[in-house]
């Protein structure tokens, strides 16, 4: 099977402005990432609409597939790169890895590829929570997978509840799981899903995945022992300026 990634990156970011280019080490945080998805994956492209994003990734050697400004979602906007792409790019598969995990581990990577056996449409990555904080925090999405690590339902709520227990004691009675925002798409699949109408759940939510559950799509889930790194905002780059060298040994 042939595997691609695409790395969607805007400037815009409400949180964070200009994000893509944040230094790390006198390295563009954009970079770090191209460089982490090449250890697994010999293509890999930065999906962009800002010119000063695509200057810096083509000068350290990188690729670039121009998009529009306008995309709602990660998922949007590779979307279009894949169509820009299919032209010339021989692929079945888009890995889509996030433009601010400059620590993602080339493994991850491999768990999503290894997801896609005959019948799979949509991947994606789960983590056990050990902490928790981590169920209580409802920008870690929690994830209910069945006996065949297809995804039931993505919830920024605790799931499942459990009655009659002390919520400080829920962790002890089942193995929780936390959503890692990286996902693997058919081809065909990843702009079927791009079409889809808002769904309600989705608007309950905000997290874009439970239209594709919604409209009948299933998501093979792989579980990730790795804690990810995600940069949101400029305290988010201090943190991990301040443990750089701990999370350099890891990579």
Not at 94 to 103: L, R, Y
Request: proline share 7%; charged share 25%.
């Amino acid at each position: 099977m042939k595997f691609i990634a695409i790395i969607p990156a805007r400037f815009q970011s409400t949180r964070f402005p200009g994000k893509p280019l944040a230094l790390i080490q006198g390295k563009p945080m954009i970079q770090w990432v191209v460089e982490q998805a090449q250890k697994e994956l010999e293509q890999v492209y930065v999906a962009t609409d800002h010119e000063e994003i695509a200057q810096v990734v083509e000068a350290f050697g990188g690729k670039v597939v121009m998009t529009s400004p306008d995309h709602p979602s990660g998922t949007d906007r590779c979307a279009e790169a894949a169509r820009i792409l299919e032209e010339t790019v021989d692929f079945e598969v888009v890995i889509n890895v996030q433009g601010d995990e400059p620590f993602i581990r080339p493994e991850q990577i491999r768990l999503l590829k290894d997801c896609f056996t005959p019948g799979v449409q949509i991947a994606t990555l789960v983590k056990p929570a050990d902490d928790p904080a981590e169920l209580e925090n409802p920008n870690k999405p929690k994830v209910v997978v069945d006996k065949a690590h297809m995804a039931l339902y993505f919830s920024r709520s605790i799931i499942p509840y459990f009655r009659g227990k002390e919520k400080k004691e829920w962790i002890s009675f089942h193995p929780f799981l936390t959503h890692i925002g990286m996902y693997g798409y058919r081809k065909e699949a990843l702009q079927e899903i791009t079409r889809l109408p808002v769904g309600e759940l989705e608007k309950a939510e905000s997290l874009e995945q439970l239209r594709w559950l919604e409209n009948g799509y299933r998501i093979k889930t792989a579980v990730t022992q790795t804690t990810s790194y995600g940069i949101d905002t400029p305290e988010d780059l201090a943190w991990v300026m301040k443990h750089f060298q701990e999370l350099i040994v890891s990579l």
